[in-house]
DNA sequence: GATTGGATCCTAGCACTGCTAGACAACCAA
DNA sequence: TTGGTTGTCTAGCAGTGCTAGGATCCAATC
């Protein structure tokens, strides 16, 4: 019985340093460096030992963004509810989402830009990831304006603070301005 | 002499046969089924001839990029200038955008999701990139507001329009809400 | 304490990827 | 007709995700 429980703590013990160390050398090279050999060797174990506890890669990047959508709604919360007033807060939450994702890019991706394996705006969506949108939601819904839905404006809040991450971290966007174009997102697009 | 005219015609043509190949492939079957075996089969030639008027895959991915910016280029003008008053412009400019990236989803992941090898926001950058960005800042510019510069608006907005175009894509946001997103996006961004 | 059954793990290999070296054939100028 | 260049293909490399099958170890049973 004791065995059995010690056997199952190892095993999940195992899957957590699996994720953490997909993170790690995704940060550290990139996903593309992400190889199940390199992965397997780096675990001290046999790439066949990975897919015991996933049904492939997929799903590890999968777990990696679940663990990246907890952290982020933990950081947006935690820097929403140190301002006060909702034009900060708004202004905050931006500043919060958007240093996460340069802090993390490869955990970002993880999350919106590789495939994950996992169900998005569905019943069946992970709850971190609803969990996530909720701590977006609790700034944003309360400058949303009269007459506009709550969610539909954390949805093009959101959007627009996806593009701009995204858009400067690819390249196409000169990093320096970050800071006048969150303030002209916040202003135009927040009624406070 | 006129042979080696013709040689390179024939080459030329060949080369514009590769990036119709590879855009219809991703089109049809995603960019991950665009593999050089499947398309050196589909021009009938071999998987090197690819390699005699590319460097390798990122370039082709990098030709079908440039084509459809010049595409989405023409298509916003075409749109923009069809439409009467500042307000409608921005309008017709987004729902363009937005329809080029739906209809066109391989190609517009070949512009901005993944790696074409091509500069961003830099002098080097490829005269069509620069262009679809001029395309968008001529609509867009006027609508900046006071002492907000044109350039920095642009960005603004085409971030706001990738994102919604990428998470709506990819299953994160629900398809049905496009029309009113947009709505509110213009409303609040745009000072008519 | 020896034996057996089952869980656990690894070696080896499959089919595929992007890419390239070197052999071969077709062509044109002399 | 010859010689050389140009163009193309066959074959192969190292790497990818993933899996079948055999070896090993360990706990429960006789």
Redesign the interface.
């Given at each position: 019985m004791s065995v059995q429980e010690r056997k199952r703590r190892e095993r999940a013990e195992r899957e957590r340093l699996i994720v953490a160390t997909a993170r790690e050398l995704a940060e550290q090279q990139g996903w593309d460096a992400v190889t199940t050999r390199r992965l397997a060797e780096r675990i001290e174990y046999s790439q066949p030992v990975l897919y015991s506890h996933f049904r492939g890669k997929r799903e590890i990047i999968g777990a990696v963004a679940l663990e990246g959508a907890a952290e982020m709604a933990a950081a947006v919360r935690a820097a929403t509810s140190a301002a006060d007033g909702p034009r900060e807060r708004v202004a905050a939450l931006a500043h919060a989402y958007l240093g996460f994702a340069a802090r993390n890019p490869a955990v970002y991706d993880a999350m919106?830009?590789l495939d994950g394996g996992l169900?998005?705006?569905?019943e069946d969506t992970p709850q971190p990831l609803k969990d996530a949108f909720a701590a977006l939601l609790e700034s944003l819904g309360e400058v949303a304006g009269d007459g506009?839905?709550p969610g539909?404006?954390t949805?093009?809040f959101?959007?627009?603070?996806?593009?701009?991450a995204?858009?400067t971290r690819?390249?196409?966007?000169?990093p320096e301005?970050t800071e006048?174009?969150v303030e002209?997102?916040v202003d135009?697009?927040a009624k406070v």
């Open positions: 919106f830009q169900a998005f705006a569905d506009v839905h539909l404006f949805e093009v959101w959007a627009a603070l996806h593009g701009l995204t858009l690819a390249g196409r966007l000169p301005d006048s174009r002209l997102l135009r697009l």
